[in-house]
């Protein structure tokens, strides 16, 4: 796979030299001095004229450039994209779909990339590192986000904010062009002045067991329950709390201490089940009734944990997949399990905390769309986005103690709507 990528940059690198003669005819329109909020003592006066002058940002029919206005993911995707002079499709629905399909094909977004797939809210400063490095160098795609973050300060790359690198901060549209103007200096084969600062607290942070920036400030109100907090991770996730209802005598161990008790709780065990639970999980937030066969029947009984007999458990799916085609429900969305967030009830049944989002595309009954055991009575709205939390249950194929390597998602007893939240603002 690394390899297909490689060869794909070096074409995608041929095609940049050729795009890049011809895409700079908008460029004369708008100088920095033009923009009647950039006067020439502006602190990034200099980059946004370079940045315009290449063509990959604008200004505003009005005349501004609104230097201080945050970058959201998609304008981000859409600058680095241009400035890089990859090659893509024009046109595209939503409007920067062309510019995620070509960061994708080069290997430099993929999913983990952002807190939530939605492209309409601010880019972090973590996140913009994480496109802005693997964008620098191929050999950089797949390097773990603690690695992406150093390369970014020795490089001189990453530049410190009032003495702190504020990676959970947001980024400006001057921050993000004087961002981009460092890399374009990078690539061109230019040494950068380093942030020595930058580059020392670069250094001092600390990682996961997966290689995530671990947190050490402004930390949720409920840190001590965790075994660390990362900088990647709003607080909300971590502070949303158990309903009551459902967790009536409270948890059996927080996820500090189950992390602490369960030494088989490690990555090397983990990897090997997460991405099988993962993938049940995003089958359930991704059906369309014009192609759900008995293919989707016999991987969801092959992926989920088995409480009963195969034919019994075919049977569940079968069922659904028949009144998806009859109701004609189509839902898309995406599921991340969070590993470091795992907990047990009082009964001792494990829950793993995940990042939802969906939307309902079609459905005669968008109150009764999804393969759970149990929906919310008041159902959701068809074409609106759901974003948030909840904690799955998961199931030990091994009962043994202290043998957490075989963990799943149950075919029926696995639902987002016993403990969640979805009305997370980013």
């Not at 600058?79 to 094909?105: C, E, F, I």
């Amino acid at each position: 796979m690394m390899r297909m990528v490689k060869k794909l940059w070096v074409a995608v690198i041929v095609a940049a030299l050729s795009v890049s003669a011809f895409g700079v005819s908008a460029a004369e329109q708008q100088v920095a001095g033009s923009f009647k909020d950039v006067p020439a003592g502006h602190w990034a006066a200099s980059v946004i004229r370079e940045a315009v002058g290449k063509g990959y940002v604008s200004g505003y029919p009005d005349g501004t450039f609104k230097p201080d206005r945050n970058v959201t993911r998609a304008e981000f995707m859409k600058m680095l994209v241009s400035a890089l002079g990859l090659p893509h499709s024009q046109g595209g629905s939503p409007w920067y779909q062309p510019y995620n399909d070509t960061l994708r094909k080069t290997g430099i977004l993929n999913d983990d990339d952002f807190h939530f797939l939605n492209y309409d809210a601010p880019i972090t400063r973590l996140e913009l590192i994480r496109l802005a490095v693997k964008a620098l160098d191929p050999e950089h795609i797949g390097k773990e986000e603690i690695e992406l973050v150093r390369t970014a300060a020795e490089t001189g790359l990453l530049r410190g904010m009032d003495g702190e690198l504020k990676l959970s901060g947001r980024t400006t549209r001057a921050q993000a062009v004087a961002f981009m103007e460092r890399l374009l200096a990078l690539r061109a084969g230019e040494t950068l002045s380093v942030d020595h600062v930058a580059l020392a607290q670069a250094e001092a942070l600390e990682a996961d067991p997966w290689g995530r920036v671990i947190r050490t400030t402004n930390l949720p109100k409920n840190a001590a329950d965790y075994p660390y907090i990362l900088e990647s991770i709003p607080n909300a996730m971590y502070e949303m709390g158990y309903n009551e209802k459902f967790f009536s005598n409270g948890l059996g161990e927080t996820s500090r201490q189950f992390h602490e008790r369960w030494k088989s709780y490690k990555r090397e065990n983990i990897d090997k089940w997460l991405p099988n639970a993962e993938r049940w999980l995003n089958m359930v937030v991704n059906v369309d009734y014009q192609t759900i066969d008995d293919r989707w029947v016999k991987e969801m009984g092959d992926l989920g944990n088995y409480f009963a007999r195969r034919d019994a458990i075919d049977s569940f799916y079968t069922r659904y997949a028949e009144k998806v085609r009859k109701e004609k429900i189509r839902i898309i969305g995406n599921v991340r399990l969070e590993p470091s967030i795992i907990v047990n009830d009082h009964l001792y049944r494990t829950f793993m905390r995940a990042k939802v989002e969906f939307k309902i595309v079609e459905a005669k009954n968008p109150k009764d769309v999804f393969f759970m055991t149990f929906q919310p009575k008041e159902g959701f709205k068809i074409g609106q986005w759901y974003r948030g939390y909840a904690d799955i249950e998961l199931g030990d194929m091994v009962v043994h103690p202290d043998m957490l390597t075989d963990m799943r998602v149950g075919h029926v007893y696995s639902t987002f709507f016993w403990n969640y939240d979805f009305n997370i603002k980013e």
